[in-house]
Nanobody, 120 residues
Framework: QVQLVESGGELVEPGGSLRLSCRIS????????MGWYRQAPGKERELVAL???????NYADSVKGRFTISRDNAKNTVLLQMNSLKPEDTALYYC??????????????WGQGTQVTVSS
């Protein structure tokens, strides 16, 4: 069984900062990619930032220069530092990982989400 548990979302004023954390646990033989997506009310889920299987990173254009993804491989944790937050960053933020399990192949796993609200 694999679990992704996010934390760190809260209400913050415009211009503020937050750090989201996602811990991946369970029976894991490899992680191909991992990162963050978000979904605002009435909108589709979109990529925010991702570590690709090749070791690079992808960022949504709307967050480049403001958000930074990082990871702690020893703890199977992926972080998202969000600076200069804007009201349009308000969304439910999801952690996602493509995980390889011996005998089961690779599958996408999602966390339950953590709410980020940017408002004065």
């Amino acid at each position: 069984q694999v679990q992704l548990v996010e934390s760190g979302g809260e209400l913050v004023e415009p211009g503020g900062s937050l750090r989201l954390s996602c811990r991946i646990s369970g029976s894991i033989d490899g992680i191909n990619d991992m990162g963050w997506y978000r979904q605002a009310p009435g909108k589709e889920r979109e990529l925010v930032a991702l570590f690709t299987g090749g070791g690079g990173t992808n960022y949504a254009d709307s967050v480049k220069g403001r958000f930074t993804i990082s990871r702690d491989n020893a703890k199977n944790t992926v972080l998202l530092q969000m600076n200069s937050l804007k009201p349009e960053d308000t969304a439910l933020y999801y952690c996602k990982a493509n995980i390889w399990r011996s005998g089961r192949g690779s599958s996408d796993y999602w966390g339950q989400g953590t709410q980020v609200t940017v408002s004065s």
